[in-house]
């Protein structure tokens, strides 16, 4: 392993958490709107049981949605063959579904495998939700109905600015880092985000589904980080990252907010939609990516 292959991805990652220091010293968090009531709707949420996906399950029940928080009805998102047996336990409650919120996630990792042996930021951050979002779509689909869409949520990152899509090298087998890992893990999300979108919008589904950026926010994500960085990052923390409750409101606001409905493809920061990295948007890339996906996951491509 070369020092440029850690050294690069790791400068380009610690500059998007600079950038959006700066930002977040000068603007103030989104403060959500009045949002309609969700009586009747049912939300799935992925890594709810704390940190921003606790506290946007406690926002959408707050409003009446019947959630259900993913590990609590239990679910490995390091395992494939989890994820396909919490949808089959979903699948036997009969419940509809309008809301996915695929929030879960991990970064810093050093390097460790999944049990179905991918790279652990692409098979938990990217491939587990990949794999629920397809499996889910059909009940999703079902669900949605013209001026009520059912709603996908993707839990990104600033930090897919930095990415890299390495198709030859997804798991990052060659030249490991963990900094390079985790971005490209986030900007997976994306590109998913457009594609998905794009297919459901050519079927005239009433599906819609968006990328969130949460900004940087005091969570145990943050947990993996060096010694000395968490070190330096707890003072700074305490005075420049958001609260769980404020990294929510963009999800919670793409969830249930009557200004997003039937709104899809978009990258939402700070309750505005904002323009994702251009590779994102790269049509060619984004097939790619969904095509290698499905052949990872076991899925066969629609």
């Not at 098979?123 to 013209?146: A, I, M, Q, V």
């Not at 390079?180 to 079927?203: C, D, I, M, P, R």
């Not at 980080?225 to 707890?234: A, H, N, P, Y």
Request: a positive charge; hydrophobic letters at 40%; one cysteine or more.
């Amino acid at each position: 392993m070369s020092l440029q292959s850690v050294l690069v991805p790791l400068f380009k990652l610690y500059l998007c958490g600079i950038k959006v220091l700066l930002y977040q010293i000068f603007n103030r968090s989104f403060t959500l709107p009045v949002l309609p009531k969700q009586n009747g709707r049912v939300a799935i949420v992925t890594g709810g049981t704390r940190g921003i996906g606790f506290e946007t399950a406690r926002h959408l029940a707050s409003l009446g949605m019947h959630v259900i928080i993913a590990e609590f009805v239990f679910v490995d998102m390091t395992s494939l063959k989890s994820v396909r047996h919490f949808v089959r336990l979903f699948r036997d409650r009969g419940l509809p579904l309008h809301v996915l919120v695929n929030n879960a996630g991990t970064m810093m990792v050093p390097d460790r495998q999944t049990e179905d042996g991918f790279e652990y930021h692409l098979g938990l951050n990217y491939l587990s939700h990949f794999l629920l979002t397809n499996l889910l779509l059909d009940l999703l689909k079902r669900s949605g109905k013209p001026g009520c869409c059912s709603r996908i949520i993707n839990m990104s990152s600033a930090t897919h600015y930095a990415g890299v899509i390495d198709m030859e090298d997804l798991n990052r087998r060659i030249q490991y880092s963990s900094h390079g890992a985790y971005s490209q893990s986030k900007l997976g999300l994306v590109l998913f985000t457009y594609y998905l979108q794009e297919q459901l919008t050519a079927s005239s589904c009433s599906v819609t589904v968006n990328a969130v950026d949460p900004g940087m926010v005091d969570t145990a994500l943050y947990d993996n980080l060096w010694t000395l960085v968490q070190l330096l990052k707890k003072p700074v923390a305490k005075i420049l990252f958001r609260t769980p409750a404020e990294g929510a409101s963009t999800a919670v606001y793409a969830a249930a907010a009557s200004e997003m409905e039937g709104v899809g493809s978009c990258y939402l920061y700070n309750g505005q939609k904002t323009q994702s990295a251009g590779v994102s948007y790269d049509s060619e890339l984004q097939a790619k990516l969904w095509k290698k996906s499905c052949q990872l996951v076991g899925l066969q491509e629609a």
